[in-house]
């Protein structure tokens, strides 16, 4: 399958800070990516859908100023914190593929 | 839109022994039914999968069956071994769309 890399995997910020999160398909040409949340003990919830050279799809409570997606090649993509606040304290997950989706190792924010 | 209930929530077995994950979906069209494996800390690992027009996979120690007209799917995992202790995610999902995940199964395997 895909692989996939996630950078940072750990980043602490302060509220109100922006948080940059980067998600690399390295062996895979991903015209889409998709950006995942995931709360403790919780399952996996699609937050958007990252089109290379095109805009974002965000689900629907997902705030598209609040979350930045940029995809400007097939094998980055990367979500933007904004104005984080410790409520977005969680573990942010990339994939890439349609059918047979690969994920990342996973970025673990916490806002302070 | 898709619903995917997954049951248990927790499961303990002794090493050795099998165990068994279910899933039901809510979606007639969904043709896409993947598991993924979590261990703690790390992203998502998919173990196997199957579509629509299968009624079983098996690859080694784990298979997964499909029940179409009943809309269920399960995972089982025979000769459980230590290494297999991690959450794991049903998921389906139709056509081009996004996937939709269960709540997870947390399993684990008692020495």
């Known amino acids: 399958g895909a692989v996939v890399s996630q950078h940072p995997s750990r980043v602490i910020c302060k509220s109100g800070t922006s948080v940059k999160i980067e998600c690399r398909s390295l062996d895979f040409q991903a015209t889409t990516m998709f950006w995942y949340r995931q709360f403790p003990k919780q399952s996996l919830m699609l937050m958007a859908t990252?089109?290379?050279?095109?805009?974002?799809?965000?689900e629907q409570g997902v705030e598209k100023d609040k979350f930045l997606i940029n995809h400007a090649s097939l094998t980055l993509s990367t979500l933007t914190v904004t104005s984080a606040h410790p409520e977005d304290s969680s573990f942010y997950i990339c994939s890439v593929g349609q059918y047979e989706q690969y994920f990342g190792p996973g970025t673990r924010l916490t806002v302070t | 839109g898709e619903n995917v209930e997954q049951h248990p929530s927790t499961l303990s077995v002794q090493e050795g022994d099998s165990a068994v994950i279910k899933c039901t979906y809510s979606d007639s069209a969904s043709n896409y039914f993947p598991w993924y494996k979590q261990e703690l800390g790390k992203g998502p690992q998919l173990i196997i999968d199957i579509r629509s027009n299968v009624g079983e996979k098996k690859d080694q120690r784990i298979a997964v069956t499909l029940n179409k007209t009943a809309k269920h799917f399960s995972l089982h995992i025979t000769e459980t071994q230590p290494e297999d202790s991690a959450v794991y995610f049903c998921?389906?999902?139709?056509?081009?769309?996004?996937?939709?995940f269960g709540q997870g199964t947390r399993l684990t395997i008692n020495p």
């Open positions: 998921a389906a999902i139709q056509g081009a769309q996004k996937l939709v």
């Open positions: 990252s089109n290379e050279g095109s805009k974002a799809t965000y």
